[in-house]
């Protein structure tokens, strides 16, 4: 079946610019994780979805982060006035449930000039 | 918060050659998961595996949650085994499957 997709796959912006990323979890999938892999700090989680429950977003490095998942499904993150290093790749994960394996996207890849 | 440490950090191979990766936690984990980062940046699961040993193909894990370390083995290694192997664990006691991961060993298999 499906697997997780996400898009854009590449983003290029300048520096101050808002950028939203997007991610379409696994049917069925009630859990869905945000992380990024950056050059520096390897893969670092940002935040996670639970069905109705709040959000995790204690890896959130700024309040220039955010992210909502609407319906349940689909979750978009958001940067806004982005910063050089905000530069990295962007990884979503979904699972059937905390417990099970998390399976990921292909990732966007965030460039700031 | 928890260390998850990976060894060796590199790894050169001839095609046709087995070798051990290690991963070892400084925790109780209720989950573990081995990746496999291929060159286009792809993450691909290995095994979810919190104990026990497990098998696919050429590729093995074990995990020994109470010494707190996980192994994967691969044999005859091909070119195409080649990438970033990551050690990922969720913190035993946790409600939720944040994983933190290792930093990963770089595997060169030549042919």
């Known amino acids: 079946g499906a697997g997780v997709s996400q898009s854009p796959s590449n983003k290029v912006t300048e520096k101050g610019k808002d950028v939203e990323l997007r991610c379409d979890p696994i049917?069925?999938?009630?859990?869905l994780y945000w992380y990024r892999q950056s050059l520096g700090q390897g893969l670092e989680f940002l935040i996670y979805?639970?069905?109705?429950?709040?959000?995790?977003k204690s890896g959130l490095p700024s309040d220039r982060f955010s992210a909502e998942r609407t319906g349940g499904s689909v979750s978009t993150l958001t940067i806004q006035r982005t910063q050089q290093e905000d530069s990295a790749v962007y990884l979503c994960?979904?699972?059937?449930?905390?417990?099970?394996?998390?399976?990921f996207g292909d990732g966007t890849r965030l460039s700031i000039l | 918060g928890i260390q998850v440490e990976q060894s060796p950090p590199d790894l050169i191979l001839q095609e046709g050659a087995n070798s051990t990766l290690r991963c070892n936690f400084s925790?109780?984990?209720?989950?573990l998961q081995w990746f496999h980062q291929n060159p286009w940046g792809q993450l691909i699961n290995l095994f979810y595996?919190?104990?026990g040993t497990k098998q696919n193909g050429r590729l093995s894990a074990t995990t020994v949650a109470t010494e707190r370390y996980s192994l994967l083995y691969i044999s005859s290694s091909q070119t195409t085994d080649s990438g970033v192997y990551f050690c990922?664990?969720?913190?035993?006691?946790?409600?939720?499957?944040?994983?933190?991961f290792g930093q990963g060993t770089i595997l060169t298999v030549h042919p």
């Open positions: 994960a979904s699972s059937l449930s905390d417990e099970q394996p998390q399976h």
């Open positions: 049917s069925g999938h009630t859990a």
């Open positions: 979805f639970q069905g109705n429950s709040a959000p995790d």
């Open positions: 925790d109780s984990v209720n989950n």
């Open positions: 595996i919190p104990s």
């Open positions: 990922a664990v969720v913190v035993g006691g946790t409600s939720y499957g944040k994983l933190t």
